[in-house]
């Protein structure tokens, strides 16, 4: 889909993250960013593991605290 759009798209593995695994968890740039055709983007997929368990706190929450959700894709 974004490649449709003219982004160049990279894998930039695998997160721990709430999302469900196999889901992505953040991307870069992230939502509300300017892009444009031939702007890089690099996904991060998500293990499913939710860092909050594994670490007693907050855990990463992605890119500007939104864990994907409202960005574009």
Do not use: H, K
């Not at 991060?44 to 007693?56: A, E, K, Q």
């Not at 855990?59 to 409202?70: D, E, F, H, I, V």
Request: overall charge negative; charged content about 25%; aromatic content about 6%.
């Amino acid at each position: 889909m974004l490649e449709d759009q003219g982004f160049e798209v990279v894998n930039g593995g695998s997160v721990d993250s709430e999302v469900d695994s196999g889901l992505v968890a953040y991307s870069s740039p992230g939502s509300g960013t300017n892009w444009g055709a031939g702007d890089e983007v690099v996904i991060y997929v998500s293990t499913g593991r939710d860092p909050d368990r594994n670490r007693g706190g907050r855990g990463n929450r992605g890119n500007n605290g939104n864990n994907g959700r409202g960005g574009r894709g």
